[in-house]
């Protein structure tokens, strides 16, 4: 049900959608007797368009997502495995033309190859299943085990999990699937922006992960005051963003999340003898 749901309010908290749909309300309502709420609608769905796609709107929402996990850094001990979640590759295409087709994400699979290569003996776990709505779909783990061979990966080192749909049931298939030990070190890869939400439903999972964050898709906080060239490129990163919000917020919600706006943790203290699932936040 949460996964129909998510769907159903994904599509309208989309903001270029609602803005559509205020528009189309307002033409709707022209030839009735409430002209000046159809006008209102109207004028309200031109500045939105032009506040969202041409303002630096989206930049400010999606730096504070993607500025909240700093890039990770190699403390000299090499990870025993590193969790990759989909959402960088568009499987119907891949399997309909025969070659791997990436999305705007692509940066995870990149990011994934070169890790493959940098740490040989870390497991490397793929969690994509299908999340499509309407039509069955083809899942991406499967693929990404395929392209993880092709790059001379042992199938030994290869763990895929292709029945999650959310970022939810990512977290609860890897924890079943991998049972970890808590002297284990495991990296999280997935975009910047989509980190905090990650990471969170991965505390609430109980498998306690170190953030390695790609596809930033901005500078910095300099991209904060400046505004985009082209409707289209800003609307595309204000949908993102308030899609992600949205995420945050209906996780925390639900319960699929213990912290509103999930943050790093400081470093553990290596004489616990718990192990670094112990750390706790300050």
Request: charged share 20%.
């Amino acid at each position: 049900m949460f996964f129909w749901l998510s769907k159903v309010i994904g599509f309208v908290g989309v903001p270029s959608n609602l803005f559509v749909l205020v528009g189309l309300a307002g033409a709707l309502l022209l030839v009735t007797s409430y002209r000046k709420t159809a006008i209102a609608l109207l004028v309200s769905s031109v500045l939105a368009f032009v506040v969202g796609g041409l303002s630096p709107l989206g930049n400010v929402l999606l730096l504070s997502l993607s500025e909240r996990f700093p890039r990770w850094q190699d403390q000299g001990r090499p990870p025993d495995g590193i969790i990759v979640l989909g959402g960088a590759i568009d499987s119907d295409v891949s399997q309909a033309r025969g070659a791997l087709e990436l999305d705007a994400s692509a940066e995870r699979i990149l990011e994934m190859l070169r890790l493959a290569r940098r740490y040989p003996h870390a497991r490397i776990v793929f969690s994509g299943g299908s999340g499509n709505l309407v039509q069955a779909s083809v899942p991406e783990a499967p693929i990404a085990g395929e392209l993880l061979g092709e790059f001379g990966v042992a199938p030994d080192r290869i763990i895929l999990e292709s029945g999650s749909r959310t970022t939810a049931e990512n977290a609860q298939g890897v924890r079943a699937m991998l049972a970890p030990k808590p002297s284990e070190k495991w990296l999280l890869l997935t975009s910047s922006f989509h980190m905090p939400r990650s990471i969170g439903v991965f505390r609430k999972a109980g498998f306690e992960v170190e953030a390695y964050p790609v596809d930033w898709r901005t500078r910095g906080w300099s991209d904060a005051v400046m505004p985009f060239e082209r409707l289209s490129r800003g609307l595309q990163r204000t949908d993102v963003a308030i899609h992600e919000w949205i995420g945050l917020f209906s996780y925390w919600l639900t319960g699929r999340t213990s912290e509103l706006f999930p943050a790093p943790r400081p470093a553990c203290d290596s004489s616990a003898s718990s192990g670094a699932n112990a750390c706790q936040p300050g």
